[in-house]
């Protein structure tokens, strides 16, 4: 078997509930597992086509902030742990983030999830 090599190019925080996340068109259930400037990773009842694009909206559990971000489904996996309910996890990435104020909101964002990740 191959080893795994790591395709991130930025490193990612896990948000252990601290900040959600909802897709502004799939209509579907999503859980926020970890973010990073370059992009974020979720878990879903259903798949997210690979290459699908969409918005999804960020939000702190007081909902006093919020941003909507464009992202690009890099993978979709099935994972069906023992005696667990199946799921899929995904892995996005930003897109369309280069404007000054988007880079503000992304590191907005990981200011969030560290401090609410470690108080």
């Known amino acids: 078997m191959p080893a795994h090599t790591e395709r991130r190019q930025t490193i990612r925080i ?3 509930g601290t900040l959600s996340v909802e897709g502004l068109s799939a209509g ?4 926020l597992v970890d973010i990073g400037t370059g992009g ?3 878990r879903s009842p259903a ?3 690979v290459n699908a694009t ?3 909206r960020f939000s702190a559990p007081d909902k006093k902030w919020s941003a909507i971000f464009g992202a690009r489904a890099v993978y979709c996996r099935l994972l069906a742990p023992d005696g667990q309910t199946p799921h899929y996890l995904t892995g996005l990435v930003f897109v369309n983030t280069e404007a000054p104020d988007m880079q503000r909101q992304l590191m907005l ?7 609410l990740s470690f108080s």
């Open 47 to 49: 798949a997210i086509a």
């Open 109 to 115: 964002m990981i200011d969030l999830a560290t401090s």
């Open 54 to 56: 969409a918005a999804y």
């Open 40 to 42: 974020f990773s979720v």
């Open 28 to 31: 579907q259930a999503l859980h």
């Open 14 to 16: 896990n948000v252990n």
